[in-house]
């Protein structure tokens, strides 16, 4: 199938060209105009990778960057920010709030293209199988929503799954209470610090041996490592 690129900005000119030059180039390409559009799009169906403009008519063009990150659905969609602005400080902003490259206006499409197929070449190694197996026999499979230790299931919450499946795909690295709700609820839901280690709690209880592997780094939040 071909690999589907979205593009947000709001130049005319500049769309049909970034469409026409993707297109003959193997990839599906939709452009859009004002954030409207695009939110609406990407919530029906999500790209492979999205090209986006900074300066909107309807919106910010660093929070839509910062949002779609902070949201488990849309996080791992790679996102080339394409503006005008080309101060290090903007190029600074945009890649801290999650974007995967940034490219100033003007532009060559030959260095664009090879820019979206290097950050989808890191995302194809980046993603987490749907069933990640550990080293210490834990094994998570996302699709069917179970987990096993040592070939033995484990019956888990949904919010507990949520959380052992973020600690677990990233070993070795710490969340806060705050990012852990931010990374699985966006603060959508009324969830609070207390919460996370209450489900941290029961979590370890139900994994038995295995909840050794989730550390609670003091001060600080948690982690897992095996």
Same mark, same amino acid.
């Given at each position: 199938m071909l690999k589907e690129i979205y593009i947000l900005e709001d130049d005319i000119e500049i769309q049909k060209m970034l469409k026409n030059y993707f297109e003959k180039n193997g990839f599906s390409a939709k452009t859009f105009g004002n954030a409207e559009g695009f939110l609406f799009e990407i919530r029906r169906k999500k790209p492979d990778v999205i090209l986006l403009d900074l300066m909107l008519p309807d919106a910010d063009g660093i929070e839509i960057c910062r949002n779609l990150k902070s949201? #488990?659905?849309? @996080?791992?969609? !790679?996102? =080339?920010? =394409? @503006?005008?602005?080309?101060? #290090?400080?903007?190029?600074? /902003?945009?890649? &801290?709030v999650g974007a995967d490259d +940034?490219?100033? *206006? !003007?532009? @060559?499409?030959? &260095?664009?293209?090879a820019r979206v197929k290097a950050v989808l070449r890191r995302q194809e190694r980046k993603e987490a199988p #749907?069933?990640?197996?550990?080293?210490?026999?834990?094994? /998570?499979?996302?699709?069917?929503? *179970?987990? +096993?230790f040592k070939e033995k299931e484990i019956n888990l919450s949904s919010t507990e799954f949520k959380i052992l499946k973020l600690l677990a795909s990233n070993p070795g690295s710490v969340f806060s209470r705050e990012k852990i709700i931010e990374r699985l609820w966006n603060y959508e839901k009324d969830i609070y610090e207390r919460t996370i280690d209450v489900h941290i709690k029961?979590?370890? #209880?139900?994994?038995?041996?295995?909840?050794?592997? /989730? *550390?609670?780094?003091?001060?600080?939040? +948690?982690?897992f490592e095996e």
């Open positions: 949201k #488990e659905d849309f @996080s791992k969609i !790679p996102i =080339i920010i =394409i @503006s005008a602005k080309t101060q #290090e400080m903007e190029r600074v /902003i945009g890649l &801290e +940034y490219v100033c *206006k !003007p532009f @060559s499409l030959r &260095e664009l293209l #749907e069933v990640l197996k550990l080293k210490c026999g834990l094994v /998570i499979d996302s699709e069917k929503h *179970k987990v +096993y029961n979590l370890r #209880e139900k994994l038995k041996e295995a909840g050794s592997f /989730i *550390k609670n780094i003091r001060g600080v939040g +948690y982690t």
